[in-house]
């Protein structure tokens, strides 16, 4: 079966610190891969999206970076964080290929207070 | 999505009662549907899906309906627990080039009062 893990579940940052939020999947090959943020009692905002190692795709210019070094592994970054990257990150994968729907797996999510 | 700064709406309802959630959706192109339920602090469960070749699918408690011709989408929950209690989102997906791709929308609030 397939399986995602993101970690750490919660992390606390000074401002101008650097950020890297890890991402990986198990299970699968070939997924699709998301980064999306949640500020406090809002919606979903996707900022990455991956469909192949080292092809990133931003949704919205900000201050954070993404990474795929490997087919399932998914990095979020940041080199100098600031108080408005605070929230609620999750990573989530679906299945790649034409024809097929189904549904996003999400992480657990790390939640991120910058100070 | 485009609501996602705004904040959640909420939908109160009492326990028992039945609800129902709205969704709008932007891509006429879309042609699969999902409803995720999040709880606090965790990360969106899968509720129901349905395919655009269908107007109605039900779950154990749970209805999607999609009307196509106004691109509208609602989720209804029989007999509303308290354990429904959290965030609804609904996701439209369609097919580019790299396959499936998902789109969320602004999601709604759920309370059940006791």
């Known amino acids: 079966s397939q399986t995602i893990h993101q970690w750490p579940a919660t992390l606390v940052q000074p401002v101008g610190s650097p950020l890297s939020l890890e991402c990986t999947v198990e299970g699968t090959s070939n997924p699709n891969l998301y980064w999306y943020r949640q500020a406090a009692g809002r919606g979903l905002q996707l900022l990455f999206y991956s469909v192949g190692i080292g092809q990133i795709s931003s949704e919205v210019p900000q201050n954070l970076s993404a990474s795929r070094p490997q087919d399932r592994q998914f990095i979020l970054s940041s080199k100098k964080l600031l108080l408005s990257d605070s929230g609620f990150y999750l990573c989530?994968?679906?299945?790649?290929?034409?024809?097929?729907?189904?549904?996003?797996?999400f992480g657990q999510g790390t939640r991120l207070t910058v100070v | 999505g485009e609501n996602v700064g705004l904040h959640l709406p909420t939908l109160s309802v009492q326990e028992g009662d039945n609800s129902i959630i709205n969704c709008a959706y932007s891509?006429?192109?879309?042609?699969?549907f999902i409803w995720y339920k999040q709880e606090s602090g965790k990360g969106p469960q899968f509720i129901i899906d349905i395919r655009s070749n269908m107007d109605k699918r039900q779950g154990q408690r749970v209805t999607v309906l999609l009307n196509k011709t106004v691109k509208h989408l609602s989720l209804q929950i029989a007999a509303t627990q308290p354990g429904d209690s959290a965030v609804y989102f609904c996701?439209?997906?369609?097919?580019?080039?790299?396959?499936?791709?998902?789109?969320f929308g602004g999601g709604t609030r759920l309370m059940v009062k006791p």
């Open positions: 996701a439209e997906t369609y097919n580019n080039n790299a396959g499936n791709m998902l789109t």
């Open positions: 989530a994968w679906s299945v790649r290929g034409r024809g097929l729907n189904t549904e996003a797996f």
């Open positions: 891509n006429s192109a879309s042609d699969y």
